[in-house]
């Protein structure tokens, strides 16, 4: 038999049956080579993206606050990192089906938890408590130092994870608390040039997009979505050193005469810059628990008082600028003034004093009588001008603007009254600023809480030169022998300055409460520095400024002028000094 | 020809293994750089809590403290300083 002639075989098919498969084939393969041009070439994107998406994460690029600094790039608030202890529970699954990589911090054992709360330093109650039960994740402490950050990590506990955070510190602490202020949780300003600057001093969180590999292990970095930015540095006008000398004898005043509260700033008369500012009571800007009532308020900024006497050399620069006196003008401080049924009179009644006298024995009686031949308006003017009854609007959160009201409303007693510094109130910072005028000669110069470089050469003219040169031999005929304030002097330099003791006001009437202050300058042939003193309610026997408030001006100042090497201008007696360190009588 | 396709596979690889070694070297060097980056940081961090420590070591209060009572410094009486003018400083 002969397979070759199999009839079935023999049989031909019709050759465009082949022929079809063969078309039916190509345009199958056709199909496919579309589809793979579509995938690959049209539309590539898609399945691109769709699997970057398996691996791509996007990831913050930290950035920190920036720094905020002294004068001389001390720090004094500066942010680190630190982190942030979370518990992450997953949901419950039978624990069969549990993958031992997917359980979360509801499997802690007790055993565990008391090793993160020995760690925490926290009660292991309360770290029970805060574990959420179920798909949930919650803060467990806050700001943890790294290093237990890293120890608690090594535990390798599920569900346990720490987040990066800054916090901020204040190496200084409270005594430049004030100024700088204080930062929320979030490392938000709220207070002092934390807020004021919050926008320069925040940085920018960035954001980027990267592929991570199984272990989580970034391996490739796709795109930057935003770039972080770094908060900028604040330089502050404020001299740490300055800071805190001023700071420590302010501190000393308010115990020493058991007063409540007290407030002292340096100013440096060619800049306008503020090189310190103190305020008692004060608070640890370290410690969150303490951050609430009174101690918080900046009171050389926010607290407005009434000026008393230290007012009264406006009137005399008034009265020298009006050409009607002079220096040397005779006024009849005798006696009481009358204003209807109420009275003006001074604590020790004075004879007949020249102008310059009436600023040194500070007599309420002569300086109302000169305030008497000016119109209100005029007088309102130069107090406006001076910078009262608005606030200073130095970006300072809370600055009050103190008051003073329209000339229109005022009575010739009140006009009386304005002249020795009651019935108008001002911030200490306004009354130290006011005495620029008499420091410079005769311009009031803007002032600055961050560093100046250059001096400021033109400020706004109140008064002539000559008016702020015969007002400042007045002011230091004031803290001079026979003036009120002869305890603001310091050896070795010339001091001008003016006291004032005001009645506080209680509830409309006056108290027999007192503020004692005392703002002047130093050195007189030149002044560098201001310096203003606010006592609040001494209570220790004495209230008056020339008691109270100068002595703690001379101490701030004294240490001021020596620290900045302001070299001396008054005579010292050398010789006997060089025969006392020879015989050695005093041991040093 | 065939040389011509030869030497052709062998171009195509050689460039598809460099290929895969180029981007592996990619990666861990990348690997590296983000190691560096977090190395970085944490020496940011570092330098950041020693400035800190180091303000806080600094504070004037802190050093006035000390001067005063274990080295009894204290600043000198007004009236125990001499000044020196110095014009006659320099003779």
């Known amino acids: ?588 | 020809m065939l040389r011509l396709n030869l030497l052709l596979i062998a171009a195509l690889v050689i460039s598809a293994v460099s290929m895969v070694s180029s981007q592996h070297r990619s990666r861990a060097l990348h690997t590296e750089l983000e190691r560096e980056l977090t190395r970085m940081r944490v020496l940011e961090t570092e330098w950041g809590q020693l400035q800190i420590e180091q303000g806080a070591l600094a504070a004037h209060a802190r050093i006035s403290d000390l001067a005063e009572t274990k080295l009894r410094m204290r600043a000198p009486d007004p009236n125990r300083i001499i000044v020196i003018d110095s014009t006659e400083a320099g003779q």
Request: some cysteine.
């Open chain 1, 1 to 588: 038999m002969k397979f070759a002639h199999n009839p079935l075989l023999a049989e031909l098919l019709p050759a465009w049956r082949a022929r079809l498969m063969l078309i039916v084939m190509m345009a199958l393969f056709g199909g496919l080579v579309a589809r793979a041009f579509w995938l690959q070439v049209v539309n590539d994107e898609f399945y691109q993206r769709k699997g970057e998406e398996r691996f791509s994460r996007v990831l913050p690029t930290p950035a920190s606050r920036g720094r905020v600094l002294d004068r001389n790039e001390q720090v004094l608030a500066m942010s680190t990192q630190v982190s942030a202890i979370v518990a992450e529970s997953r949901p419950t699954r039978s624990d069969a089906k549990a993958n031992p990589k997917d359980i979360g911090a509801e499997k802690l054992s007790p055993a565990q938890i008391r090793q993160l709360a020995e760690l925490l330093g926290m009660d292991h109650r309360e770290i029970a408590r805060k574990i959420p039960e179920n798909r949930g994740r919650s803060y467990l402490k806050r700001q943890v130092q790294p290093e237990i950050a890293k120890q608690i990590l090594a535990l390798k506990l599920p569900g346990i994870r720490a987040e990066p955070e800054y916090r901020r510190y204040y190496p200084h602490g409270e005594v430049s608390a004030h100024v700088v202020g204080f930062t929320g949780m979030d490392d938000n300003g709220l207070e002092g040039i934390e807020l004021a600057m919050n926008r320069p001093l925040t940085g920018q969180v960035g954001q980027r997009r990267v592929i991570t590999d199984a272990r989580r292990n970034v391996v490739e970095d796709i795109e930057v979505l935003a770039p972080p930015r770094d908060g900028g540095d604040v330089r502050l006008a404020i001299d740490a050193r300055l800071q805190f000398l001023v700071h420590s004898k302010l501190k000393q005043a308010v115990t020493d005469h058991k007063a409540r509260a007290g407030s002292a700033v340096v100013l440096d008369t060619r800049t306008g810059e503020v090189l310190a500012l103190a305020n008692w009571p004060t608070y640890n800007p370290n410690n969150r628990d303490q951050l609430s009532g009174p101690p918080l308020r900046n009171r050389a900024f926010t607290d407005t008082y009434e000026p008393g006497s230290t007012i009264k050399p406006i009137i005399a620069a008034m009265a020298l600028e009006s050409g009607r006196y002079t220096f040397d003008t005779p006024v009849d401080c005798a006696g009481k003034l009358f204003f209807g049924r109420a009275s003006i009179g001074d604590a020790h009644s004075h004879g007949t004093l020249s102008l310059a006298e009436v600023i040194q024995k500070s007599s309420n009686v002569g300086v109302a009588k000169i305030a008497g031949t000016f119109k209100p308006s005029d007088m309102w003017h130069v107090y406006d001008q001076m910078g009262f009854g608005s606030p200073l609007r130095l970006g300072f959160p809370g600055e009050a603007g103190g008051r003073l009201r329209p000339a229109a409303s005022w009575k010739p007693v009140e006009q009386a009254t304005m002249s020795y510094g009651h019935g108008m109130s001002v911030t200490l910072m306004q009354m130290a600023r006011a005495y620029m005028v008499f420091a410079r000669d005769g311009d009031l110069i803007p002032l600055s809480l961050t560093r100046v470089d250059a001096p400021q050469v033109n400020g706004m003219q109140v008064f002539s030169a000559q008016t702020a040169r015969e007002v400042r031999r007045m002011l230091e005929m004031a803290a001079g022998p026979g003036g009120t304030a002869p305890k603001a002097q310091i050896p070795g330099y010339r001091v001008a300055g003016k006291t004032g003791t005001a009645h506080k006001l209680e509830g409309g009437a006056y108290a027999n409460k007192y503020i004692a202050s005392f703002v002047g300058f130093a050195p007189v042939s030149d002044p560098r520095y201001i310096v203003a003193v606010m006592i609040d309610e001494p209570s220790n026997g004495v209230h008056y400024g020339g008691q109270v408030a100068a002595p703690v001006f001379s101490d701030i100042m004294n240490a001021t002028l020596r620290a900045t090497g302001v070299p001396p201008d008054a005579p010292v007696p050398v010789l006997q000094m060089a025969k006392n360190s020879v015989t050695g009588k005093e041991g040093w």
